[in-house]
């Protein structure tokens, strides 16, 4: 499985982005697709994830309310839609892919396939 991520930027406080993660290769095999981050210094962390089939979707604490996981399935491709953006989001962003049920992923061990980051940095 390979992801191709995209969307990344530099956005004002309180801004907004939407990332895209495009997946190719052995779809059929995956179950639950997402997105990671990982800022300055810290340790790569959940942000959401969204299932394959059902569309069942989870999203971490510190982004519920603000960012929105979709998926487009004829597309093959899953989107982050970022609102309401904070400094604190700045950080690498990761699209990733899993066997797994969405309710059974949470860490970055949980992930077998990762796509390339993307930066989004707030700042003004």
């Known amino acids: 499985v390979q992801l191709q991520a995209s969307g990344g930027g530099l956005v004002q406080p309180g801004g907004s982005l939407r990332l895209s993660c495009a997946a190719s290769?052995?779809?059929?095999?995956?179950?639950?697709m997402g997105w990671f981050r990982q800022g300055p210094g810290k340790e790569r962390e959940f942000v959401a994830v969204?299932?394959?089939?059902?569309?069942?979707?989870d999203h971490a604490g510190s982004v519920r309310g603000r960012f929105t996981i979709s998926r487009d399935n004829a597309k093959n491709t899953v989107y982050l839609q970022m609102n309401s953006l904070k400094p604190d989001d700045t950080a690498v962003y990761y699209c990733?892919?899993?066997?797994?049920?969405?309710?059974?992923?949470?860490?970055?061990?949980?992930?077998?396939?990762w796509g390339k980051g993307t930066q989004v940095t707030v700042s003004s």
């Open positions: 290769g052995s779809i059929s095999s995956i179950n639950t």
């Open positions: 990733a892919a899993t066997k797994r049920g969405v309710y059974y992923v949470s860490l970055s061990s949980h992930i077998e396939y």
């Open positions: 969204i299932s394959l089939s059902g569309g069942t979707t």
